[in-house]
């Protein structure tokens, strides 16, 4: 099925013309309303006039995260706060988040963006949605809710958390369609297969898995386990959020870009030149319908390449295969978004605390598992078991209310965790997706 | 009357409480009391030795954190009721045991048990005018 059939299966010329056009309009209102960007404009030599195919798009400088922070809180804003409904939120490296807005029109772009992606996913109205992304400054949860709503699906908000009684709901409600990150995926089927309640017995058909890195493998896990047919999901706050690219349940092979909304690039990282389809490189992204958050050219850290070719679906939208990586130290654990130096500026908060640490990230079970290593030095140490104790939980506690992510904090002796050439080795990422 | 206890932090992992005891032993350095405290990830090795500062430096030059802390020798009539009418001593004066542990060796007929307290001043103050016999660092070393 597909929901708009008109955008989503449009001729690559005509959607190219569309692209242009839309492009340039939210040139013309960043430049007016946006310093930061008039300033981008300003830098490179050129005004919103000069862009006049897409090809010139890659005239502009590119935006990255540190932009949007330095422009903290409502600095990337392009409407009127009077004219901004929604604000989200994510984390950012020193504890400070990257703030978005959108304004009633983008909220409503974002729900038929969503719909069309649940519906790529398998699902449609009738459908019951059992919706485990987080609900809060998170996009996942709400915005999977809005497109389910406008899909005409019956949602139920479970949020994530709380699983026995998810298995529970899952049980009586009937859901049809589920929601959640892959790993709280297959923990729901630890818990449901602890509980003595099998998968085949419920009436899931679909599940849309996304807002962290997941694998073919544990895609195969996935459907076994739950029984259902599993797509991967793309999105990113700063760009709109959960709806970005979606894959279809026909091809499973790489998620298509709603396009007319966003136009992908990939990038050598390191040189900034724009690459043809099927290199891989960083993904960038323009918004062209957005009004209170347009993003030019945003540097997404995430790796992957594009894909042209049509799909069995009769999709015309470019594809981007899975995100194999990212190009910066950002871990993400059970959809939260972690890096090292914000664990660090935890560590720092305690006097006793040396810098030595390592972050150690595995799939144990079936969730994502952090585990801080800290090394006992001689002002951290006591002869007392319970200091020692003590001092890991009030880590351990640091940690999950600067940055929403449980970690279980593990004191190790001096000299334990690995220098290489001087500098630490911060983070094992041990997880096999 | 304080006595000089020395403590080691050990990660959870086979090997490590004998690769103190050998470093040790080839420093030439005799441990007269020992007590281990852990829990699942870690544990803290307390000892009483004859030369701290020798144990302290070899300890720390193999990359050991080495902490030092000081606590009670008290003399503990070697019969029922010995330790209880220490206890109860300190208890009816609110002063905390944070841990203790029995010494090898004897002092004449009398067991010798080692305390860390919270107040360590006020609890030897206590116990002596208790009539409990406290035994002085120096004499501990060389037992």
């Known amino acids: ?433 | 009357m304080h006595v000089e206890q020395i403590s080691i932090f050990l990660e959870n992992k086979a090997g490590r409480l004998e690769e103190v005891t050998s470093i040790l032993s080839e420093a030439g350095v005799n441990i007269r009391a020992l007590s281990l405290a852990d829990t699942s990830d870690f544990g803290v090795l307390r000892l009483i030795v004859d030369d701290n500062g020798k144990a302290e430096d070899v300890l720390k030059s193999k990359g050991f954190t080495v902490g030092k802390t000081e606590v009670v020798a008290v003399e503990v009539q070697d019969k029922p009721g010995g330790l209880s009418k220490i206890l109860s001593l300190l208890h009816k004066s609110d002063i905390n045991v944070e841990y203790m542990y029995a010494f090898v060796r004897q002092s004449g007929n009398n067991a010798v048990m080692i305390f860390r307290f919270d107040h360590i001043d006020a609890a030897i103050k206590l116990l002596k005018n208790g009539g409990i016999t406290v035994i002085d660092g120096s004499k501990v070393y060389a037992m």
């Open chain 1, 1 to 433: 099925m597909i929901y708009d059939i008109e955008f989503e299966t449009m001729p690559r010329e005509a959607l190219e013309a569309i692209q242009l056009r839309r492009l340039q309009t939210t040139l013309e209102h960043v430049y007016a309303t946006v310093p930061f960007y008039h300033k981008q404009f300003e830098k490179a030599g050129i005004t919103p006039g000069d862009i006049k195919s897409l090809d010139d798009l890659k005239r502009i400088p590119f935006t990255t995260k540190q932009d949007l922070r330095d422009n903290y809180p409502f600095g990337m804003f392009a409407v009127p706060m009077d004219n901004v409904v929604r604000i989200h939120a994510s984390s950012g490296t020193t504890g400070q988040p990257t703030v978005v807005g959108y304004t009633a029109r983008d909220i409503n772009m974002w729900a038929k963006l969503m719909a069309r992606a649940l519906t790529a996913g398998g699902a449609s109205r009738g459908d019951i949605i059992h919706n485990a992304y987080g609900y809060g400054l998170f996009t996942g949860g709400l915005g999977t809710h809005y497109g389910a709503e406008k899909l005409g699906a019956s949602v139920i908000p479970v949020s994530g958390g709380n699983t026995k009684r998810q298995i529970i709901i899952m049980k009586d409600f009937g859901p049809t369609i589920l929601t959640a990150t892959p790993s709280y995926a297959l923990y729901l089927a630890e818990v449901a297969e602890d509980m003595g309640v099998d998968f085949t017995d419920l009436k899931f058909k679909f599940g849309i898995f996304g807002a962290e890195p997941w694998s073919e493998n544990m895609r195969h896990e996935i459907e076994r386990k739950l029984n259902i047919i599993a797509v991967d999901i793309y999105g990113l706050s700063e760009v709109m959020g959960p709806g970005v690219a979606i894959e279809c349940h026909e091809a499973k092979q790489g998620l298509h870009i709603f396009e007319d909304h966003f136009i992908p690039e990939v990038i050598d990282p390191d040189t900034g030149e724009v690459l043809p389809d099927g290199e891989t490189g960083e993904l960038v992204f323009t918004s062209i319908t957005k009004e209170a958050f347009p993003v030019i050219r945003y540097r997404t850290r995430d790796i992957t390449s594009l894909n042209k070719e049509p799909c069995i679906c009769g999709r015309t939208l470019i594809r981007m295969n899975r995100v194999s990586g990212r190009t910066d130290d950002m871990l993400i654990i059970r959809g939260v978004n972690v890096f090292p130096s914000q664990i660090e500026s935890v560590l720092m908060e305690i006097d006793e605390v040396e810098p030595h640490y390592q972050l150690v990230v595995e799939r144990e079970g079936k969730l994502d598992t952090l585990t801080v290593l800290v090394e006992v030095g001689e002002r951290l140490f006591s002869d007392e078991v319970k200091v020692l104790q003590n001092l890991e939980k009030r880590i351990s506690n640091n940690i999950k209310e600067y940055l929403g992510v449980s970690a279980q904090v593990k004191l190790v002796e001096p000299k334990v965790i690995a220098r290489s050439q001087g500098k630490a080795v911060r983070v094992i990422d041990k997880r096999k997706i």
